[in-house]
């Protein structure tokens, strides 16, 4: 490859580098937006009982790769959330996750939140205000028998007292690699769909 070729492509490595940390700068919100917003998101008393979820799993085309049912129980114990998670995805995998939550209240009345799971490496930290929290963590996922790390921005937003949206933007060096999608039902709506069937999809 001739010099003035290698240059062309640097400067295109350039553009594109930049580029990607200008979108995920630009995508980024700020939390105080969303103070105003209703119903307050309160993880701990969204959570706590019985909820069901169903997902969905996005590549960065927006192809549908896999789809998946969660059932989820939430305790308080000691100040600490504990999730217990059990998935099962369309090709038949099984699955299951147990959340250790604690909050803290901050000076500007933000909420923070910070987790721990024994895929999580390290720790998932974030902050809630109004009906929205975003956290962000490093996750190992089992990929065709492979444990892969990841990075998860995850995005929850309560629309009402029983239903809340999540949307999680996955990445690997950070290039976004594809989306979590889910809906959680809690309350009544939980206890008239679920518990899920997880036996077979």
Do not use: H
């Given at each position: 490859?001739?010099?003035?070729?290698?240059?062309?492509?640097?400067?295109?490595?350039?553009?594109?580098?930049f580029?990607?940390?200008?979108?995920?700068?630009?995508?980024?919100?700020?939390?105080?937006?969303f103070?105003?917003?209703?119903?307050?998101?309160?993880?701990?008393?969204?959570?706590?009982?019985?909820?069901?979820?169903?997902?969905?799993?996005?590549?960065?085309?927006?192809?549908?790769?896999?789809?998946?049912r969660?059932?989820?129980?939430?305790?308080?114990?000691?100040?600490?959330?504990?999730?217990?998670?059990?998935?099962?995805?369309?090709?038949?995998?099984?699955?299951?996750?147990?959340?250790?939550?604690?909050?803290?209240?901050?000076?500007?009345?933000?909420?923070?939140?910070?987790?721990?799971?024994?895929?999580?490496?390290?720790?998932?930290?974030?902050t809630?205000?109004?009906?929205?929290?975003?956290?962000?963590?490093?996750?190992?996922?089992?990929?065709?028998?492979?444990?892969?790390?990841?990075?998860?921005?995850?995005?929850?937003?309560?629309q009402?007292?029983?239903?809340?949206?999540?949307?999680?933007?996955?990445?690997?060096?950070?290039?976004?690699?594809?989306?979590?999608?889910?809906?959680?039902?809690?309350?009544k709506?939980?206890?008239?769909?679920?518990?899920?069937?997880?036996?077979?999809?």
């Amino acid at each position: 490859m001739s010099f003035s070729r290698l240059i062309k492509c640097f400067n295109k490595l350039l553009i594109i580098f930049f580029s990607i940390i200008f979108l995920n700068g630009c995508s980024s919100n700020d939390m105080k937006s969303f103070e105003k917003n209703k119903p307050i998101l309160n993880l701990f008393t969204f959570f706590e009982g019985q909820t069901i979820a169903y997902g969905i799993f996005e590549d960065r085309f927006g192809n549908l790769r896999r789809q998946f049912r969660v059932n989820i129980i939430g305790t308080i114990k000691n100040d600490t959330l504990i999730l217990d998670e059990k998935f099962l995805y369309d090709d038949g995998e099984k699955a299951s996750r147990i959340w250790k939550i604690k909050k803290e209240v901050s000076s500007n009345n933000l909420i923070k939140y910070s987790g721990s799971a024994k895929d999580i490496e390290g720790s998932a930290t974030g902050t809630a205000s109004g009906n929205a929290l975003n956290w962000s963590y490093d996750i190992y996922l089992n990929m065709k028998g492979n444990n892969l790390k990841v990075k998860f921005n995850d995005w929850i937003y309560q629309q009402d007292e029983n239903v809340a949206i999540n949307r999680a933007y996955v990445s690997k060096f950070g290039i976004e690699i594809g989306s979590v999608t889910l809906v959680f039902l809690r309350g009544k709506a939980a206890k008239t769909i679920g518990p899920l069937n997880l036996t077979k999809w």
